[in-house]
């Protein structure tokens, strides 16, 4: 059966969607076919329209499932306004515009409202992060036919204060359908580069239509270059195509994070990979950021990693701080035998003199002991250096059902404590954007939460602290400190992972709720514990036992 629904487009519109069929969409205008897509394909496809003279058309579809996401755009305009989204209901035609997406997002009783999520469908990695004269670009790998991992695009969101976004079109597309490969792969995770000239560009890396998710795929790099709106990216032009194999990097090889260095007078380049099956960062250099030369591993992991499960390095960051250089990896496949955890993110710290990174120790700092924060990328902005991360595992899925997948960190900001170890502090634009409204100060510890972010600081000797919240007395989380170890409880939790860390010595803590996230941060930020609960995510009372002082408060989205 036929929907139809009457809309009004101004001249040079342009409707984006991915459609699979069985299904077919028409659009005219009074009698006459403006634009078809008669019969979809039994795969996800891509369809772009592009309206002429502004008027009234009539959108006619026969099969809503079959429209899997859909927005359209002004392009005149959608650097300020964001996309449309269109949901094409059974009923009729529904269009949502900025505040119109953001309050449908937060009729959602499950979704955190303080953390960046995608609209509709999966998210992973951020990627692209970068600030572009007064407006800070997010892009993250998406795929826009369902709320599963699948072939790679970059979503795209702006932001003027770092805290609220506005959804743009999907950036990049894979080079061709994968889906109708029956392949996967598709626009990986990259990184944005500025040049000395200010022009911006990205790097990224492509994986190639691929039938295993663990072996035999190619991984190319790819550069684009972006005009000033910043909403499509150029054609993309591959810049590195093969590994070294003679060094034994087999299939990954991905994640460009580039910087110009001064004391080489030249381009430079880390990539994730693996060296005879341990994980590794790989250098590389250029004079012209086309033409890239292997110049040999930045870092090569102990054979502990590989013999625990680790495949490859993902998501390398690589940059200076502090007057130091600072290595953030993640290592996939690895679990960590001591505690049972995966997903972890590394950190080193040290000096890159010559093309070689000199660690300050061998040891790896862990950089989130929760788990649920993955392929971290920073970038610098002015003075600071700011970073975002997927706060996801693979061990826990969303409930089913849920219109869409993935959640980014709060905004942090990186430093190096005095004995060099890399710090992260939520940034202070959180404090701007949803202000923190002191709950009060209940002498049991014991208090009523209302269904909002909360912000709990203790301040004093934390020892024997013991945090519980709870939903209609069921259980949301729980915190402890037990001779001087951190460790975060979730329903979830079989035992068999230990979430914990050292926090002796220190006499401050901070625990940040938002429907399920949980951001945990002591010892400065030397101490970092991030998870993602899906059960009973809305707690209602929150007991607080301590001797420390405790302060809790409730953060409230700022009323422009
Ligand atoms: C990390 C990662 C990256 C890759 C991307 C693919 O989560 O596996 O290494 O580029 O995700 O979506």
Known sequence: MEIRSSV??????????????????????????????????????????????????????????????????????????????????????????????????????????????????????PNGLCRIGDTWHMFYQFHPAGADWGPMHWGHATSADLCNWIHLPVFLHPEQNYWRLGATGGAFSGSAFEDRDGSHMFF????????????GYREVQKLTRVGRDVVHASSAETVLSTRPAEDGVA???????????????????????????????????????????????????????????????????????????????????????????????????????????????????????????????????????????????????????????????????????????????VAAELDETWPAAPIGNEPDGSYRLDDVPFDLRLTGNLEGTRIVATEHGLPSFEINVREGRLSIQLPQDDGKIRYEADVSGTDELRVIHDRGILEVFAKGGAVCGTRRNYSNVKPDRIVVASSAYACLSARRRAEH
Request: charged letters at 20%.
């Open 204 to 215: 990224f890396t492509e994986r190639l239509p691929a039938y295993d998710l663990f072996t």
């Open 8 to 125: 009004t487009l101004p001249a040079g519109y342009t409707l984006e969607f991915w459609a699979k069929g069985p299904g077919a969409i028409r659009i005219s205008e009074r009698d006459a076919l403006l634009w078809q897509a008669p019969a979809f394909p039994d795969y996800p496809d891509f369809f772009r329209y592009h309206h002429g003279e502004s008027g009234d058309v009539t959108v006619a579809w026969d099969r809503s499932e079959a429209m899997l996401w859909a927005y359209g755009y002004d392009p005149a305009t959608v650097v300020e306004t964001g996309i449309t989204v269109w949901e094409f209901g059974a009923e009729g035609l529904t269009r949502r515009t900025g505040p119109e997406i953001d309050a449908w997002m937060r009729s959602d009783p499950l979704r955190p409202v303080m953390h960046f999520s995608p609209v509709r469908h999966w998210m992973n990695d």
């Open 251 to 425: 299939h990954d090889f991905r994640d460009p994070k580039l910087w110009w260095d001064d004391s080489a007078g030249a381009y430079r380049m880390v990539l994730g990979a693996a060296l005879h099956g341990d994980p590794a960062v790989l250098l590389y250099g250029s004079d012209n950021l086309a033409d890239w030369t292997y110049l040999g591993p930045l870092y090569r992991a102990p054979a502990q990693y590989r013999d625990n499960g680790a495949r490859a390095v993902e998501c390398p960051d690589f940059f200076p701080l502090g007057g130091k250089w600072v290595m953030v990896m993640g290592f996939v496949g690895y679990t960590e035998p001591t505690t049972g955890r995966h997903n972890l993110l590394f950190a080193l710290v040290g000096d890159f003199t010559g093309d070689r990174f000199i660690p300050n120790s061998d040891q790896l700092q862990a950089l989130d002991f929760g788990t649920d924060f993955y392929a971290m990328q920073s970038f610098r902005a002015g003075e600071r250096q700011i970073a975002f991360a997927w706060l996801f595992n693979w061990e826990y899925r969303k409930p089913a059902g849920s219109p869409y997948s993935g959640e980014m960190s709060l905004p942090r900001e990186l430093s190096l404590d005095s004995s060099g170890r890399l710090l992260m502090r």
